[in-house]
């Protein structure tokens, strides 16, 4: 199974701030013959279901807004929220979707100063 | 619109079989997999399996000898029946539709005497 490590488990930043937060698996999840990376990014607010940010390591689903980047390659991705708001509390986590089982990262939880 | 609706026993019994069912609507079940997320209360997402547009499914590998994921394509539903249950198996269980994005509002499931 392709394991998935998320760094750091939480942080706590004041708004305004830029936060970033890692996603590393255990193997590649590029697949050569379209070169798309099969991990996604999903936040989970107190109370409520996740809710899918990212798809394709970058590609941001309808709705959400900007400051939400998501960039890497291969191993390595990387979650940027590039000017933190107060509704940003939230757990995150990284899925891939490269191979079943399907594997969720254990999360980065999220706290505003 | 898209929706996605958990239902089963809120408490269980230990070595008991779980049975939930996920009842879809806005999309039909031959052209979009769905599929069951659970969360132990106060912890991480957890990929449990999934049931394939064409019928085939995946499981977690560590659940795959007491889990069954089926369906129902006449009545729009997606069945989850896991047996042996024991108290870590206490915590929330989704259904998902990952094109798109779509969860379940999630169903709580107590393993208790």
């Known amino acids: 199974d392709i394991v998935m490590t998320q760094t750091p488990s939480s942080q706590a930043v004041s708004a305004g701030e830029k936060v970033t937060m890692s996603c590393k698996s255990s193997?590649?999840?590029?697949?050569?013959?379209?070169?798309?990376?099969?991990l996604a990014w999903y936040q989970q607010k107190p109370g409520q279901s996740p809710k899918l940010l990212i798809s394709?390591?970058?590609t941001r689903e309808s709705g959400v807004p900007d400051r939400f980047i998501g960039s890497g390659s291969g191993t390595d991705f990387t979650l940027t929220i590039s000017s933190v708001q107060a509704e940003d509390l939230a757990v995150y986590y990284c899925?891939?979707?490269?191979?079943?089982?399907?594997?969720f990262g254990s999360g980065t939880k999220l706290e505003i100063k | 619109q898209v929706q996605l609706t958990e239902s089963g026993p809120g408490l269980v019994h230990p070595s008991e079989t779980l049975s939930l069912t996920c009842t879809v609507s806005?999309?039909?079940?031959?052209?979009?997999?769905v599929y069951w997320v659970r969360q132990p209360s106060g912890k991480g997402l957890e990929w449990m399996g999934r049931?394939?547009?064409?019928?085939?499914?995946s499981y977690n590998s560590a659940l795959k000898s007491r889990l069954s994921i089926s369906r129902d394509t006449s009545k729009n539903q997606v069945f989850l029946k896991m047996n042996s249950l024991q108290t870590d198996d206490t915590g929330t269980y989704y259904c998902?539709?990952?094109?798109?994005?779509?969860w379940g509002q999630g169903v709580m499931v107590t393993v208790s005497s």
């Open positions: 998902t539709r990952p094109t798109g994005g779509y």
């Open positions: 806005g999309f039909s079940l031959t052209g979009y997999s």
């Open positions: 049931m394939r547009y064409n019928g085939d499914t």
């Open positions: 193997q590649s999840l590029l697949y050569s013959e379209n070169k798309k990376n099969y």
């Open positions: 394709w390591a970058s």
């Open positions: 899925e891939q979707y490269y191979d079943t089982p399907f594997t």
